[in-house]
């Protein structure tokens, strides 16, 4: 289904108009992802203050501090535990997005921020030009059980230009007000719907807005004196069917093979076998391998060379598929060669790479062969993944949820309509 402008028009309305917090102690933001060993609760206040208490089961939990005000964050981040089967929870009365034991409809998203550069702008202000904050609320609106975001949610690094009037007043930097405007306010509506999972990105790195990250959204617990944490390590996010594992390869060198990191990202891959033993495993990661990327001048930018040769041989035979983001496309990909499918679902809300191609079917990425590929350049959009009989069903959505490319998946083949 599609949703008329009016749609949107009244949502916005009621967002804007919606009550104020009436106490200094109500969450600004609230949300649940996925951890190493479990789910957790994070809230988000403004200024110092003791954290909130979670209610979980019909018990007060008291929340920790995670983040401490900062230079650059006035604001105090706080987490809990949620044990394993909790029935409901809330913070300050607010009810929190729970896990389902086995999710049916995962959404996936990416590269949803809006780029600010010293190289060019995006019209923030814009709803067409920025579609996010629609988008968010049509994305919401399909009831997902699980977000998934494959990364890069900050991109307004740079001052708008004093001529653009699309983006005349955006703040920029890794600041909170930055992190507020460019993800956690426009991503409001599907916070308070489903439980996410967090995947970091290159736009995510400690000299771009790795601070923020750490501080409110990377899986693991401790923010480093520099404040911002470094590569993390691998970890199971336990869906039940299948078991997510994300992993973190936001600096992976992508023109050239890095051998001084090919090790460290091998051992990666071959640590899934030991987090998932078991099937079928997902992986999400940020940079894509073996993706068609964009073609210029007949040449494939945007695959990954270090991560093909750490992955290579490594990849598990009980892993289907691969969920990345980094190029600013949809394409959904199988391999002649024994390897995962791959999504990629980089189409969330930057500008977009429309020289991507729309059927790379038969195109040889670093001595793969792709089997069969669909794409659709050019058009921002979100991925949906229903379970159904014996696999999934994959819906690349437009910002409208008008339907663009549905494809059936079993283990690592498709077939599409």
Known sequence: MSFPPRFFALAIILLLFAPLAARADVPLYQWVQYAPGGVEARAILDGAQPCPSARINGKDVAMAVRAAPGPDFPVTVCAVSIPAGAKNASIAQKPLPLPKPKPNRILL??????????????????????????????????????????????????????????????????????????????????????????????????????????????????????????????????????????????????????????PFFRKEFQDVARLAPTGPVWLAFHRPIWTSGVSVFGFIIGDNKTLAEAARNDIPANVDMLLSGHIHTFQILTYQEDLPLQIVSGHGGDELHRTAPADPTGMVIDGVTVEQGRGTPGVFGFVMLDREAGGWKATNYDMLAKVLTLCHLKGRKMACD
């Not at 990377?218 to 970890?235: I, Q």
């Open 109 to 262: 998203i990416g590269d949803t921020g809006c780029r600010i550069s010293n190289e060019g702008a995006q019209s923030c202000n814009d709803m067409d030009a920025w579609p996010f904050p629609r988008g968010s609320i049509v994305e919401a609106a399909l009831k997902p059980d699980l977000v998934i975001h494959v990364g890069d949610l900050l991109y307004r690094e740079a001052a708008c230009p004093l001529t653009n009037q699309g983006c005349l007043g955006s703040p920029y930097g890794d600041t909170w007000a930055v992190w507020r405007a460019d993800f956690l306010e426009p991503a409001r509506p599907l916070l308070d719907s489903a439980p996410f999972v967090f995947t970091r990105g290159n736009h995510e790195e400690c000299q771009r807005g790795g601070k923020g990250w750490s501080r409110m959204f990377d899986a693991y617990p401790d923010v480093s004196p520099s404040g911002c944490l470094g590569l993390g390590a691998p970890f199971l996010a336990d869906l039940g069917d299948p078991k997510l594992i994300v992993l973190d390869v936001s600096t992976a060198a992508e023109l050239r093979a890095s051998p001084t990191q090919i």
